[in-house]
């Protein structure tokens, strides 16, 4: 399953590329993170979508331990096609500061 990270549009949406090699895309490209010194920088790209995708699919693992590789992909793909906005998960974790729209 590829992840990839996409442009910043109005929310951090986890979507589903059907028909393509990368399944899975992330607006995480031009964001601001908190950085070294209290400071911030702006960073993005598949170097930051892809670890985000494997937290959220270990937490669906600490839901179900049993879940196979197949089916954790389809949990993941599933969430992917509603849309599931990672907002909240990527602030409260320190990931992103602020609010969506204030990123860039």
């Known amino acids: 399953l590829g992840v990839t990270g996409q442009p910043l549009n109005d929310s951090y949406t986890l979507k589903f ?9 992330l607006p995480l490209d ?28 270990v937490l669906l693992l600490e839901t179900w331990p049993t879940a196979t590789p197949l089916e954790l992909k389809a949990m993941l793909v599933q969430l992917a096609k509603e849309g599931l906005d990672l907002t909240e998960f990527l602030v409260s974790s ?5 609010e969506v729209g204030s990123q860039a």
Request: charged share 10%; with cysteine; glycine share 14%.
């Open 94 to 98: 320190g990931v992103i500061e602020g």
């Open 30 to 57: 031009d964001f601001r993170v908190a950085w070294c010194g209290g400071t911030s920088n702006v960073m993005g790209g598949t170097s930051y979508a892809a670890p985000i995708v494997t937290a959220l699919a």
């Open 17 to 25: 590329m059907e028909d393509q090699l990368i399944q899975l895309s």
